[in-house]
T-cell receptor, first 116, second 112 residues
Framework: AQTVTQSQPEMSVQEAETVTLSCTYDTSENNYYLFWYKQPPSRQMILVIR??????QNATENRFSVNFQKAAKSFSLKISDSQLGDTAMYFC?????????????FGQGTTLQVKP | KAGVTQTPRYLIKTRGQQVTLSCSPISGHRSVSWYQQTPGQGLQFLFEYFSETQRNKGNFPGRFSRRQFSNSRSEMNVSTLELGDSALYLCASREEGAIGYTFGSGTRLTVV
């Protein structure tokens, strides 16, 4: 069975600074995907960034980047130049790569507050 | 394109009642998944449908029934509601072969 662990329930950062959210996962599979989702107070889960396990290069999306360490089963999210709109709950998620398996396994989430 | 639409946004029900939640996926998306989000258990997978066929099912009691229609819209019915069913129910859809899901804003169910 796959598990996802986020060890930081809450974090805060000053506006314009950089923050890193941690995520570890456990799986015996080799073909999978990892995601970071953002859930603001509006409740809608928004995809921030994704990483294919077979890709060695770390994914980046504007101010968001990941540090994917496959051997260590670690998948951290770095937010650069934090903005007030980044305040939200962030979830790390895992999905097997089989085309017939659409199940996302989520971590417990990290609440991030960006302070002015 | 319209996003994933969930109705209603809020519901308050009494223990023992039943409730039906609806999810309309993005046009062209044939895969629909449902998740239950609670403060204590976090986000738990309920089930996934693709083209009216259930492909995956989480560990939930039979009180949670579900179906998908030919237009990909999905409904979930919860019967004999319990206090523990109070949660945010999220629906997500994706195109077949796509990697990421698009989520709706959820239905907040409160059982009193």
């Amino acid at each position: 069975a796959q598990t996802v662990t986020q060890s930081q329930p809450e974090m805060s950062v000053q506006e314009a600074e950089t923050v890193t959210l941690s995520c570890t996962y456990d799986t015996s599979e080799n073909n999978y995907y990892l995601f970071w989702y953002k859930q603001p107070p509006s409740r809608q889960m928004i995809l921030v960034i994704r990483q294919e396990a077979y890709k060695q290069q770390n994914a980046t999306e504007n101010r968001f980047s990941v540090n994917f360490q496959k051997a260590a089963k670690s998948f951290s999210l770095k937010i650069s130049d934090s903005q007030l709109g980044d305040t939200a709950m962030y979830f790390c998620a895992f999905m097997l790569g089989s085309s017939n398996t659409g199940k996302l396994i989520f971590g417990q989430g990290t609440t991030l507050q960006v302070k002015p | 394109k319209a996003g994933v639409t969930q109705t209603p946004r809020y519901l308050i029900k009494t223990r023992g009642q039943q409730v039906t939640l609806s999810c309309s996926p993005i046009s062209g998306h044939r895969s629909v998944s449902w998740y239950q989000q609670t403060p204590g258990q976090g986000l738990q997978f309920l089930f996934e449908y693709f083209s009216e066929t259930q492909r995956n099912k989480g560990n939930f009691p039979g009180r949670f029934s579900r179906r998908q229609f030919s237009n990909s819209r999905s409904e979930m019915n919860v019967s004999t509601l319990e206090l523990g069913d109070s949660a945010l129910y999220l629906c997500a859809s994706r195109e077949e072969g796509a990697i990421g899901y698009t989520f709706g804003s959820g239905t907040r169910l409160t059982v009193v």
